[in-house]
């Protein structure tokens, strides 16, 4: 299935000059998204972890459908002040700004094994932010998954330590 | 399996005097997450639907799993700000303020029949709105789902035009 042609590019969002990858035309598809999501259980294949950690908000439905279908625990990782329980952060830097994103401190014990997955891989800062906290918990990162790679923002270059997959490039 | 023991309260989140029903415990436990989705699927059997439409942030995690579970489409209704095509919104009040949602105006067709499903039912005015919408979209909602209900603030009033079921009750 050609799962490409189920994403929309949406100029000037969020803000003029961005050609924004919409997935919602591939999530409201039964088909698409059936075949996404069974794609991205074979792309996993052969990588042994414990829980799914995955980022709000579009990577909670993406995430929530393969733990589910792999038999796994979910773990996310929220904006801040989502989480109400004990959290750790971690604040990045954004082309302008900062952002800070968190993780309940009881999510991951020291040792496991954890799949990170989001929807777009870009420039690499929201990922790395989910990573370093990951590492913080003491858990390691056997694989960072992707729907979507834009190649041309070079954010593999930001994770290279990690083995890293996705679905789609552009 | 009793997935009432996996949900955890977290006292004064979001603010002094509310006790914050977590349902994070449950999710990352493989067994409990995947039993919930499980117990969802069986609770919605006998409803014929084409699409979910569920809640973000917490919904689309619920909303993900039992979409490819079931094998139909999924559809968020989002913050104002974060859908990037064009949308219908509705507004509605909040004990102070107000709070806005959108769906994209071409995520559902007139006729079509969908499940909505968040994860809790408090007061009922988050799933009103989505309602609402689902509705100036032409489609009709065949089911309101819960993973949990807070029966003591009667969101059920809200909504009682609809058929609603809750997996767990407080």
Redesign the interface.
């Known amino acids: 299935m050609d799962l490409k042609s189920y994403i929309?590019e949406?100029p000037d969002?969020?803000k003029p000059g961005i050609g924004?990858k919409?997935i919602?035309p591939l999530?409201?598809?039964?088909e698409a998204?059936?075949a996404a999501?069974d794609d991205l259980y074979e792309m996993v294949q052969g990588y042994d972890f414990?829980?799914i950690v995955?980022i709000?908000?579009?990577g909670?439905?993406?995430?929530?459908?393969l733990?589910?279908?792999m038999?796994?625990?979910?773990?996310?990782v929220?904006k801040k002040?989502?989480?109400?329980?004990e959290v750790i952060s971690y604040t990045y830097q954004l082309e302008y700004g900062e952002d800070t994103l968190e993780m309940?401190e009881d999510?991951l014990v020291k040792g496991e094994r954890v799949l990170i997955l989001d929807d777009l891989l870009a420039t690499g800062g929201t990922v790395s932010a989910a990573i370093n906290m990951v590492s913080q918990l003491g858990a390691s990162v056997v694989l960072v998954a992707f729907l979507i790679e834009l190649k041309f923002l070079s954010g593999r270059e930001k994770i290279k330590d990690y083995p890293i997959k996705s679905l789609i490039q552009f």
Chains 1, 2 share one sequence.
Do not use: C, T, Y
């Open positions: 929309r949406v969002f969020p924004f919409d919602m999530l409201q598809d039964k998204f059936r999501i414990d829980k995955a709000e908000s579009r909670f439905i993406l995430g929530g459908a733990a589910n279908k038999g796994v625990g979910f773990i996310p929220r002040g989502k989480l109400p329980s309940h999510s």
